[in-house]
């Protein structure tokens, strides 16, 4: 049986080569990482402890269905929020998506809740605003 020893420099070649898959996942399907940017703020903001995990902000019928595209680009969400100060990894939890094999999952807990509360009014205003744009379209 081999042993494997996680030397630090293995341990930052998986983490790099983990967040590069991550931000190209990312890259690829930013309204996908925004919209769920905006879930898991207001997952976090309907909780009293303002914990929650990317399950909790994941409606029940993607809960049950794998995505697609392997749904890679749900690791942006959570990086990007604790990246940007509005949360923080309180711990992790197994997932209860049947496409995730019960993997763990973050559990954020959110920082700021004035800003995520304004960063979603100002998403929000934004979408509204793009709606509201005539189409400049003349086919």
Do not use: F
Request: aromatic share 4%; charged share 25%.
């Amino acid at each position: 049986m081999q042993i494997h020893n996680d030397t630090p420099e293995r341990i930052a070649d998986g983490e790099q080569r983990r967040n590069v898959g991550m931000a190209l996942a990312g890259a690829r399907r930013p309204d996908k990482v925004t919209l769920g940017r905006l879930a898991m703020l207001r997952a976090m903001l309907c909780t009293a402890d303002g914990i929650a995990t990317i399950d909790d902000a994941t409606t029940p019928d993607e809960l049950s269905n794998g995505y697609a595209d392997g749904g890679r680009w749900r690791g942006s969400v959570t990086r990007t929020l604790v990246a940007d100060g509005y949360a923080e990894i309180v711990g992790t939890s197994r997932s209860t998506r049947p496409s995730r094999h019960r993997g763990y999952i973050a559990r954020l807990r959110l920082v700021d809740r004035p800003a995520a509360m304004a960063h979603i009014a100002t998403m929000a205003a934004a979408l509204s605003a793009y709606d509201a744009t005539p189409s400049t379209d003349n086919a």
